[in-house]
């Protein structure tokens, strides 16, 4: 009925729309799986459970409230509205300092302490991360 | 003051060069048995004037005259020779300065060096590059202009953000922008061969050229920019997926699959829909990459200070430019390789078309785990981020049948083939895999997935190093570039495998010790510099062998602007690199140290300039 190239040629369109449609299953899975949501303090007191995935926190890291010890820093991530204890025992970037936007990423103990593995750096005194501007403009 | 008018009008006088070649690219288009001198010295006149425009900013620079607003921004007297120069490119105005010389240096290189192709051609490839040259004259002048006066003049700069104030990153831009603005006269000549339906095999010669010269300085100019990263942020990483590492990874992708799609159209004349669809990729990816970085859309660790009204001007630019080419795509370009379609599914063209479909595939998730973020945000404010884990999954398994193809697709002939040598392409996968395992016996850890891994990158090493020494019909440039692409991956795999970290806070005097390593926190220096304070801690470290090194990291505070940054202190040998940086956490006496152990750093880095080497020698062959 239909020749071999015929055949051959709706085998390879349909091979390319699987390969296609596979794929773009694939990407939106580990999409996401992989996404790091971002919240500020005040969000994360609205929470009504305490959700396993990693997630970023942003605001202000507060005034006098940095404490080192030999394996561990701690501060608090404060919006002006709510605040949130964290402790960090990674490398700290440059222009972490109290009274400076903040961004850490990481795992939520509770309402109240998140334990960071990472501390964004950036890299202009005066930037401040979009999401902490925004977190800081709602009050 | 008066560099600053020279530089103003230079740019003006620029742009209306580039308006009067529209009208003589018309007058001579219609009339085109050779190519106008007119033309010809017109395009040296553009190029010309934006040369003395961008000297006069860098004089600017150099003689610090701050009624310049761009001086006032971003330098200060105090700063060495070195970076008040490279200050120039350091930031948005000087950079797209820059952009605009690479645009006119290359239409006017192209106009020089292109012979035996149709006068036609050279016309309207002009046309379509000033199309591009006048949207950022416009662009400039209108958004960014890098004259603009302040008065009452300040006595004194705002300073270069320090941790630009470094050699890599000084000539890291004008590389980079090199292979990215080369792009455009690719897609310029593309646009205007698929109008005058000229795409063949000499054309393919021809811009082969360009392709290679594009892509060798994307590859190096990414390499600079992630050797800086390495050393200066302090991470110990070099590459960490952030949106403005991707972005210039995307054209990178895109211009590596058309290179191989132009080897294709070069020997067989077909795929020419392949190379036409790839260089206008190339050329938005790369236009994008600058409206992504420059608009602040990006949320990413290397944002600059930027402004929302230049992003939607080069967003509107964009679509123009897509809009256009698209039309010119469908309107001329008639699909006329339908017989030459018709080869073996084991051939050399089978597998280039497999390659390509990988790299569309790698560069798609690139794309997404880029855009996805800023997408959600609009749709629905919600704010995210794809991390590196997202890539790792969705690239890495699909590299093991990539290197695979890579080792054996370029021993495969054209149309039809047969694999030849059968015995030695498996005795190798063999050792491949035997050694592979040898090296990963003892570690516990995802032991499937690594062993194929280190597998398929030691497959790729073998046959390419056979490939050195024994070949019937030698292509030394393919063969040094997919060696060099083994080795960065071997390299990365061993980086990532084998590499150790400590992190803890240390009192001057304090040690830190563990099973390994000893880390004796001896003492504190300061240092005094012209335009720095330094703080110098010095450390003893031991490993368990015995050996002691010892490093002196630098905590510098720049006095203007004041910012403190951390100098990592790395000692580099042919198989690992000790890397220890340090902090001050703001008024603790406690130090922040980082000390890491990465095996093959240096292996990275040599393996791509072994990639890049192969497009160099590539290109001297084309020559000869």
Known sequence: MYGRKVKLRFLLVLIILITLILTTILILKSLEENVIYFQSPSEIKLLTEIDESKIRVGGMVKKNSISINSNEVSFVITDFKNEINVT??????????????????????????????????????????????EALGEK | MIYSLVGYYSLILGLIIGLSLFYFSYKNFNNSNILDSKILSFTFLQLFFVVISFLCLILSFVVSDFSNETVFNNSHTTKPLFYKISGTWGNHEGSLLLWLLVLTLFIFLFLVRTKNQPVKYKILTLVFQQIIIIGFFLFLIKTSNPFNYIFPTPTEGLGLNPILQDPALAIHPPILYLGYVGSSIIFSSVLAATTLKIISTSWAVHIKKWILISWIFLTLGILLGSIWAYYELGWGGFWFWDPVENVSLMPWLALTTLLHCILVLEKKSSLTSWVIILSITTFTLSMCGTFLVRSGILNSVHTFANDPERGLFILVFLFILIFLSILIFFFFHKDNDKQSFSFFWLSK??????????????????????????????????????????????IIPFLIPFLFMMAIGPKLKWIKSQLEDKIYLISFLIISILLAFLVLKNFNQNILINTILISSALYLFFITLRDFFVKKY????????????????????????????????????????????????????????????????????????????????????????????????????????????????????????????????????????LISFGGIVSLLQKRS
Do not use: C
């Open chain 2, 349 to 394: 063209e089978t597998s280039i078309l497999i390659n390509n479909w990988f790299m569309m595939y790698f560069l798609s998730v690139v794309l997404i785990g880029t855009v996805y973020p800023i997408f959600l945000d609009v749709i629905s404010s919600q704010k995210i981020s794809v991390g590196p884990p997202f890539y790792h999954k969705l």
């Open chain 2, 474 to 609: 030698k292509n030394i440039s393919q063969n040094i570039a997919h060696f060099g692409f083994s080795l960065l991956i071997l390299s990365i795999l061993f980086n990532n495998l084998f590499a150790s970290e400590i992190i803890t806070n240390l009192k001057v005097g304090e040690t830190f010790e563990n099973s390994k390593t000893k880390i004796v926190f001896e003492s504190v220096d300061q240092k005094k510099e012209q335009n720095y304070n330094a703080i110098i801690a010095n450390f003893s470290i031991s490993n368990s062998n015995g050996e002691e090194d010892r490093f002196s990291p630098e905590l510098r505070i720049y006095n203007q602007p004041v910012i403190a940054t951390s100098e990592a202190d790395i000692k580099t040998t042919l198989m690992s690199d000790k890397f220890i940086v340090i902090n001050l956490v703001q008024n603790q006496d406690f130090f922040n140290v980082r000390y890491q152990v990465k095996p093959f750093m240096l292996w990275i880095w040599l393996s791509v300039i």
């Open chain 1, 88 to 133: 960090y025992s990674g490398a700290v970037p440059n222009l972490f300092a109290e009274g400076k936007g903040v961004v850490a990423e990481g795992f939520l103990k509770d309402r109240n302490f998140f334990s960071a593995i990472k501390i964004l750096a950036k890299h202009d005194e005066n930037y401040m991360p979009p999401e902490v501007k």
